[in-house]
């Protein structure tokens, strides 16, 4: 029996009012198409349904992009022909929420193979963004940011490669949790590469949800607050700083400004060059590592297809073009480009690491993205550049490094994405602490 004196226990069992989500979820309209699947149906020897624990996060909801298994649901990857991809096991995390007395609500939509960064999928429809519906909300997680901020359910767990989190929870208002596994990432995940950059991670309206969240999970006690004037964070000119929407730099200034008014410590230093090749050096390793790495993924699921080439072989959708076009030969980096990449990444996890020597900061803080939020459509909207859009996310998973980002309202009302990308040498427990102080100065 779990005690209602816990004050976990309480927060978990306020989270539904608090986030203005209706316990009675079935009755939840579905307006921004953020389900792919809100039915779990349970084919023969695919494993038995569970009721909800009474534990503490019993009566709460969540949702799980449709990339990572959860029993009962088809794991489609936005794409009809694995709609009969059932798996015998919950992911791992999945499976840590139910202990916890978690409710799965739905499986939600994406980009087609998580491939994009617009949430458009051309069987499950366009993602809507609950609070500014004329506007992307961002991908490849879309559904689960969008679910969160219509309130579908209190959270959702979802996978990031290239900011596949925090752009559609900076696009959609609320706060996502790059975490770093030591487990095999693409165990019961669609992969996107095979070599550790996929990482599964969380999407709540705070990082004191989210906090509260991973010490749930990992059975810790939260660290208290961070006294203001024992923060210390980056600031570089050439990246928190440069060529941004002036919503976005009024955003950015005025953080800065309110951090630096409580005592926190700011030391401006600008990041090494080497920042900058993120984004293509991270865009050349999932083109190259896609086709073999979810080849690798079909072979572990009995009666699906055996290649990517298979599976796609018949679709016509735009995001399976930009797929063949990039990840098939022979438009398909070469080795020799692959290698240049993995030794951009590396030189920029080394980068990073000296960084934060050098400066003694916990955090450098930076946009989420440098446009305030993307064009209704990002892949046919020739003024949005692909690379640009992830030049800020892609230094964190180069790094290897934990990423958080909260939103705040900009001066034209739209939501503009703060993200603290986390020194090496700081473990979850403190990266939370952090974060979530300065998310509390700053909003």
Not at 214 to 220: K, T, V
Not at 348 to 362: E, H, K, P
Request: hydrophobic share 40%; proline share 7%; net charge negative.
């Amino acid at each position: 029996m779990v005690d209602s004196n816990n004050p976990l226990r309480k927060w978990a069992l306020a989270l539904p009012n608090n986030a203005g989500v209706s316990c009675q979820y079935e009755e939840w309209i579905d307006s921004y198409r953020v389900f792919v699947n809100r039915d779990a149906v349970v084919p023969q020897n695919k494993g038995p349904r569970t009721k909800p624990i009474n534990g503490p996060l019993f009566g709460t909801t969540f949702l799980v992009k449709d990339s990572i298994d959860v029993i009962g649901f088809p794991t489609t990857n936005g794409t009809v022909t694995l709609s009969s991809n059932f798996p015998s096991f919950d992911h791992s995390l999945v499976a840590r929420l139910k202990t916890l007395g978690g409710t799965c609500v739905g499986k939600a939509n994406l980009d087609e193979m998580s491939y994009g960064w617009a949430s458009d999928n051309a069987y499950f429809g366009q993602v809507i963004n609950p609070k500014f519906p004329h506007y992307s909300p961002g991908g490849s997680s879309g559904g689960c940011a969008a679910g969160v901020a219509g309130g579908a359910a209190y959270f959702a767990v979802g996978e990031d490669t290239v900011g596949s989190l925090r752009i559609p929870a900076a696009f959609c208002g609320v706060s996502a949790y790059r975490a770093i596994s030591t487990q095999p990432v693409t165990e019961r995940v669609c992969p996107l590469t095979f070599s550790g950059y996929d990482q599964v991670g969380l999407i709540a309206p705070s990082l004191s949800d989210i906090s509260k969240l991973d010490s749930l999970i990992h059975d810790y006690e939260e660290l208290p607050d961070v006294i203001p004037g024992d923060l210390s964070i980056a600031v570089a000119a050439n990246f928190s700083l440069l060529a941004l929407a002036p919503e976005v730099e009024a955003c950015m200034q005025d953080a800065i400004f309110k951090l630096a008014s409580v005592g926190a410590g700011i030391v401006m230093q600008e990041v090494p060059r080497s920042f900058s090749l993120a984004a293509p050096a991270l865009t050349t390793i999932v083109n190259y590592e896609f086709l073999p790495a979810f080849n690798c993924y079909l072979k572990s699921r009995v009666g699906e297809p055996t290649t990517l080439e298979q599976l796609l072989q018949h679709q016509d959708t735009p995001t399976t073009h930009r797929i063949k076009a990039l990840a098939f030969p022979p438009g398909r980096p070469t080795s020799t480009a692959y290698e240049r990449a993995l030794d951009a990444a590396q030189r920029i996890r080394q980068d990073v690491v000296d960084y934060f020597l050098n400066t003694r900061c916990q955090v450098l803080i930076h946009p989420t993205v440098a446009v305030n939020i993307a064009a209704f459509n990002i892949h046919h909207n020739a003024l949005v550049d692909p690379i640009a859009l992830a030049q800020h996310v892609s230094v964190a998973p180069c790094a290897q490094t934990i990423a958080i980002n909260f939103s705040v309202i900009g001066p034209e009302g739209a939501p503009v994405g703060i993200e603290m990308l986390c020194a090496p040498t700081i473990d979850a427990r403190n990266a939370l602490a952090i974060c979530r102080t300065i998310e509390s100065i700053v909003k």
